[in-house]
């Protein structure tokens, strides 16, 4: 008994050994993938307040959610005197992870709009509210409930051309633990919120998953069993087609599916304008071009309207840019900007050397070209000036 005793001691010594080498060789080479995102009773999921680890899934960068849960320094609710507030509403391109905040295209915005006397006399803040995953309905949700309590001068509501019209749609959108939106026979949009009624959004956690989270939180070792468990995204993309996005949203709707989402979508982002409007603010929606909308291979691009029957790209942009002059706000349709200067550059602006390079999320040179073709825009916009 003894000897068998001594036996399982030593596996077990072994075996914590093991993990514990194993626990430095992964923080030696920079792995880092911690839960970033909790349940929510309105919306699905929400960044956890305070979380702070290395981001190296896509790109690499030192990520620090605030105390409100926003992917941002901390911001109080009370606007300071002389200043003018950008509240950003978006996805995983506003949430930013795969770069340093200080080059993500919100944190550039008010340095380029100072320069051109964007709300002269003014310094100019932009808080970060975007989220990854988010489609527009949950980001309506967080304009009411969060973001307008920040008293924002300007709305900027951030789209992102490859999956938000799928992620607005129940019947297209595989993720179901999240609010949806659906068109009533007189065509206006009623919420449907019933994920919440599960357990987990109801504060059910149980003791062991609780502790899981927290050993997570600190370990290496488990942050790899969670992430090879849950197949972590890390973009790809055949024929122009990256994973977790949808091309058929490059052409008009080809079936009721499709075309509903469109409506549904298009529902929202009115519905977004005119809550802004009403509580005092101005509204300009940013659409963020599917990567291959803006990549520098002419033949890419026409393999890919070759396969969709298409002569362009630009569907979605055609479409969000005749939403915003029929409503009467600003859209800023990144994609033929950004494909131009992909060209002059000849050089992506999405991707990083650890996924593929050309597709995934902006890279550095993304975002600062965004955040200059956003700035440009705004500048120039009539309705934000007067």
């Known amino acids: 008994m003894k000897k068998l005793i001594g036996s399982s001691v030593l596996v077990l010594g072994s075996v914590c050994f093991s993990i514990f080498l194993f626990e430095i060789v992964l923080r030696a080479i920079g792995f880092s993938s911690p839960i970033w995102h909790q349940p929510d009773a309105r919306l699905g999921w929400s960044l956890r307040p305070g979380a702070a680890a290395l981001f190296t899934s896509e790109g690499r960068a030192y990520v620090r959610i605030n105390a409100a849960g926003q992917r941002d320094v901390e911001h109080t609710l009370d606007k300071p005197d002389g200043v003018y507030r950008i509240a950003v509403i978006g996805d995983s391109y506003s949430e930013a992870m795969q770069v340093e905040r200080d080059k993500a295209y919100w944190a550039l ?21 975007g ?28 789209f992102t051309t490859g999956n938000d019209v799928r ?35 109801r504060g059910r956690t ?40 949808e091309a058929a949203v490059l052409a008009p709707p080809r079936d009721r599916q499709w075309d509903e989402a469109w409506r549904v979508t298009e529902g929202l982002i009115s519905m977004t304008a005119d809550y802004a409007t009403r509580n005092g603010a101005r509204f300009a929606l940013v659409s963020v071009p599917y990567a291959i909308q803006a990549h520098p291979d002419r033949a890419q691009r026409e393999r890919l309207q070759a396969k969709l029957g298409v002569k362009d790209l630009l569907y979605p942009d055609r479409r969000l840019a005749a939403l ?17 200067i992909a060209q002059q550059k000849d050089a992506p602006l999405y991707g990083f050397p650890n996924t593929q390079l050309g597709f995934g999320h902006w890279n550095e040179t993304g975002h600062r070209v965004a955040a200059e073709l956003i700035a440009q825009s705004l500048c120039s916009s009539r309705r934000l000036s007067e």
């Not at 129940?170 to 065509?187: R, S, V």
């Open 109 to 129: 915005l008010p340095e380029r709009l100072s320069a051109c006397g964007f709300a002269k006399g003014r310094a100019i803040e932009a808080l970060n509210f």
């Open 206 to 245: 149980s003791f062991l998953s609780e502790t899981v989270r927290k050993v997570t939180d600190k370990s290496r070792v488990f942050q790899l069993i969670r992430y090879a468990k849950e197949s972590t995204f890390i973009p790809v993309a055949h024929a122009g087609v990256e994973q977790g996005l």
């Open 324 to 340: 915003a002059e029929k409503d009467g706000f600003d859209a800023v349709t990144l994609a033929e900007g950004m494909l131009r």
């Open 167 to 201: 992620n607005n749609s129940f019947a297209l959108e595989p993720e179901k633990d999240q609010p949806f939106y659906h068109l009533a026979a007189d065509g206006r949009l009623h919420i449907d919120a019933s994920f919440a009624s599960e357990p987990k959004f």
């Open 131 to 158: 989220v990854a995953g988010y489609g527009t309905a949950q980001e309506y949700i967080v304009l009411q409930t969060e973001a307008m309590r920040y008293s924002p001068d300007l709305v900027l509501l951030q």
